[in-house]
Structures are given as structure tokens and as C-alpha cells.
């Protein structure tokens, strides 16, 4: 008899389980759906994006910090956006600046942000976690991907996050979390825009212990039109290992000599967009 009491509540327990983690999955799926269904709505929009970046030692203390970074979002002829280098912090002439839309976006083609968002929302290894307000979902590493031959799948599947989404649509409005396996490991030639020597192999910084934060805050329509109203990525921030062996550090096309690079330790890149609709003069609102 107490077999049976005990059997019968472990399935019950485990039945419960597998409800909860579907009901999680479908949550997580229509975050993914909203996401995507928010990335064809920038065409209403436009945004500058201004990233700082510094190398710290092991007590967290500033051992340099780099030219910042001023983007703009710009239109090529066939609709597409991109985002093209508008000023350097240090003054430095922006590569190809006065050329048109085409030629800026095709200089950027190589740059790619270091994990798409989108593929971390497709993990089927997720879970409700317990939230004071709003929805928040908890995102396990997939190590059956690990392997998989598309770079974006392995890098998602190495990721543990925190997803908080708006109760009304489903989108995510608060996206953290860290890398704990290897998928994300990527070396590459970095392209160098600013000089005529071409870089070897680089190794990114964005691997296994690198943090992210990223925020996104809802734009509203001027004219109160929902399918107008845009979220955008308003606050990032990048927490990722340093390789002490690397003398230089390369973004936006550019070389930077790194001093002191053997005493690095952390790398941290934050980033602030703004964003204004197109034939308004509104700026970017913390309203939701």
C-alpha cells in the first residue's frame, strides 16, 4: 500500500514536472515569436549607439580604456539596416564615413555582434523560476548542441540565462546571463579597416565565464499605434575574460595596442542606444 502511495505521487510529481517545463517552453517560444515580430517593426525607427570599452586587473582596478564608440543605424537601397561608425572618442576619422549607405553597410558586413539573441530564445532547456513581478525563465546550456556546425546553435546551447518578459506580449525585456561551456569559443581575422597590415588569428573575448546585461525598453508610436511602438536594446553590458596573452584588441575595424596586457584580467564593453521614430522629434522614453 505504501508502495502504491509512494509511486503514485512520484508520477504525479513527475507529471507535474514535464506540465510546468511545457508551460515554460510555450512561454519562451512566445518570447522568441515576439522578439522577432519587434525586429521588423525598425523600420519605423532610427537609433545612435554609443559603446565604451576598458581592461581591468584582477582587483578590478582600470588598466586602459579604449576610444569609444559612436554608431548610427543607416538604410541600404534594399531596405536593410545596419550600423555604420559615426565618430571615434578619440576623434580618429570614422572609416568610409561620407561614402553612402551601401558602401558603409557592406564595411560593416563582417562585424557581428558576438551571440544572436533570438537563438538563445529558441533553447528547448528552460524553466519557470519563482519572480516577484512579471515573468522570468531560467535557460540551461544545451550540451547536445555543442557540436552542432552552426556557430549561432553552439553558442546559445553554451549559455545559462535569465529571461524576464512583459506580461501583456511575451517580450523580453531583461536578457542575462553567462557562458559556462565552450560553444562560443570562435577565433577569426579580424578585419582591419585602419591600416595595411592584416591581423592573424584572434581569439574572442566574448567565451566560457563572459556576463552579459542587456535591458530594452518599449518605444512608443507618436501617434499611439501599437504596430509602430518599438522595443529597443537600450543598456548592454559585457563582463568577459582577458587573454593576457594578446597585445592587441580589435573592433570596429581597428587595431588598438593594449599596454600592460599580462595584467588583464576582465574585459568590459557597455553600450547605451537611442532611438527616435522616424519624422519625430522624440528621444528615447522610459515610459512602459
Not at 528547448?124 to 515573468?135: E, F
Not at 592584416?198 to 542587456?214: D, E, L, V, W
Amino acid at each position: 500500500m505504501n508502495l502504491c502511495r509512494l509511486t503514485a505521487a512520484c508520477l504525479l510529481a513527475a507529471a507535474s514536472h514535464v506540465a510546468l517545463a511545457d508551460e515554460a517552453a510555450a512561454m519562451l517560444a512566445k518570447a522568441a515569436e515576439a522578439y522577432r515580430s519587434n525586429q521588423q517593426r525598425q523600420e519605423h525607427w532610427n537609433w545612435n549607439i554609443h559603446e565604451t570599452r576598458k581592461l581591468l586587473d584582477k582587483a578590478g582596478n582600470a588598466l586602459q580604456t579604449f576610444p569609444s564608440v559612436t554608431s548610427e543605424s543607416i538604410i541600404r537601397t534594399g531596405g536593410k539596416r545596419c550600423n555604420a561608425i559615426l565618430a571615434w572618442g578619440d576623434g580618429k576619422t570614422p572609416y568610409m564615413v561620407d561614402a553612402d549607405p551601401d558602401a558603409r553597410c557592406q564595411a560593416m558586413d563582417a562585424i557581428r555582434p558576438p551571440f544572436q539573441v533570438e537563438a538563445v530564445l529558441r533553447s528547448s532547456k528552460v524553466l519557470q523560476s519563482p519572480s516577484a513581478g512579471g515573468i522570468t525563465l531560467a535557460i540551461s546550456p544545451d550540451k547536445s548542441k555543442l557540436r552542432d556546425p552552426d556557430f549561432d546553435v553552439r553558442c546559445a546551447a553554451s549559455i545559462r540565462a535569465t529571461v524576464r518578459l512583459e506580461p501583456a506580449t511575451f517580450f523580453p525585456v531583461l536578457l542575462e546571463g553567462e557562458v559556462v561551456e565552450s560553444g562560443c569559443d570562435l577565433k577569426s581575422n579580424p578585419v582591419t579597416q585602419y591600416t595595411a597590415v592584416q591581423a592573424g588569428p584572434a581569439s574572442s573575448t566574448f567565451r566560457k565565464s563572459a556576463r552579459f546585461h542587456m535591458e530594452y525598453v518599449l518605444q512608443k508610436d507618436r501617434f499611439q499605434n501599437p504596430a509602430n511602438s518599438f522595443w529597443i536594446c537600450a543598456r548592454q553590458e559585457f563582463d568577459q575574460p582577458w587573454n593576457s596573452d594578446a597585445h592587441y584588441l580589435y573592433y570596429w575595424g581597428r587595431q588598438l595596442a593594449v599596454r600592460n596586457a599580462s595584467a588583464g584580467h576582465r574585459f568590459i564593453k557597455e553600450i547605451k542606444t537611442t532611438a527616435r521614430e522616424f519624422g519625430a522629434e522624440t528621444q528615447l522614453r522610459f515610459d512602459k
